[in-house]
């Protein structure tokens, strides 16, 4: 099975910020890489698809890349409602798996 | 408006039996794959299954495989889990996922889940 890992497992920042955080395969994957958003009580929500591409209706200020089997997503500046978890999810087997999720904490 | 809506679940004793079903609107059931995502009170998403458009393919977690199993009625826009055996381990909020695919219809192997139904509440207890 493909594992994906996490980093941080948790962070502190604040309004403005930029934040970067990072999700590891276990393997190769290609570009078949997803993130979402999640608030308590509230439904996921896809934010970048294929390692990069923006879904529709997400802000600009969220971004995504890969190295190899590192991949990272990007929040160039915080918001108030940007503080959420946020999990990567591997597409490349049928053995959808995700990520344990990077929680992003008001400093 | 796309929507996704979950029903079903509710309070079960391990070794009971339960169905989860969801009604899907605001977009052409048949033309995509359909999957279960569960996430347990203070834990992460975790994927469950997946059902291909005709339903000719499911794929399944471990933890759930020989278990679970998934459905659909496309003549009633309708996806089911069938919950066999539960365990304490399989509390969770499952939430109805369509799947999305790049280059359009989704029939089997979907790229990313973009539609998320609000999840309906599953404990397993006795």
């Known amino acids: 099975d493909i594992q994906l890992t996490q980093s941080p497992s948790s962070l502190s920042a604040s309004v403005g910020d930029r934040v970067t955080f990072t999700c590891r395969a276990s393997?190769?994957?290609?570009?078949?890489l997803n993130w979402y958003q999640k608030k308590p009580g509230r439904a996921p929500k896809l934010l970048i698809y294929?390692?990069?591409t923006l879904q529709g209706g997400v802000p600009s200020r969220f971004s995504g890349g890969r190295s190899g089997t590192d991949f990272t997503l990007t929040i160039t500046s915080l918001q108030p409602e940007d503080f959420a978890t946020y999990y990567c999810?591997?597409?490349?087997?049928?053995?959808?798996?995700f990520g344990p999720g990077t929680k992003v904490e008001v400093k | 408006e796309v929507q996704l809506l979950e029903s079903g679940g509710g309070l079960l004793q391990p070794g009971g039996s339960l169905r989860l079903s969801c009604v899907a609107s605001?977009?052409?059931?048949?033309?995509?794959?359909m999957s279960w995502v569960r996430q347990a009170p203070g834990k992460g998403l975790e994927w469950v299954s997946t059902?291909?458009?005709?339903?000719?393919?499911?794929y399944y977690a471990d933890s759930v495989r020989g278990r679970f199993t998934i459905s659909r009625d496309n003549s009633k826009n309708t996806l089911y889990l069938q919950m066999n055996s539960p365990r304490a381990d399989d509390t969770a909020v499952y939430y109805c996922?369509?799947?999305?695919?790049?280059?359009?219809?989704?029939?089997?192997?979907?790229?990313?889940?973009?539609?998320w139904g609000q999840g309906t509440m599953v404990t397993v207890s006795s």
């Open positions: 996922v369509k799947g999305y695919c790049i280059n359009g219809v989704c029939y089997s192997h979907p790229d990313a889940f973009d539609i």
């Open positions: 605001g977009f052409t059931f048949s033309n995509y794959a």
């Open positions: 059902i291909a458009n005709t339903g000719a393919y499911r």
């Open positions: 393997q190769n994957i290609d570009n078949s």
């Open positions: 294929g390692a990069s």
């Open positions: 999810q591997q597409s490349f087997s049928t053995l959808f798996t």
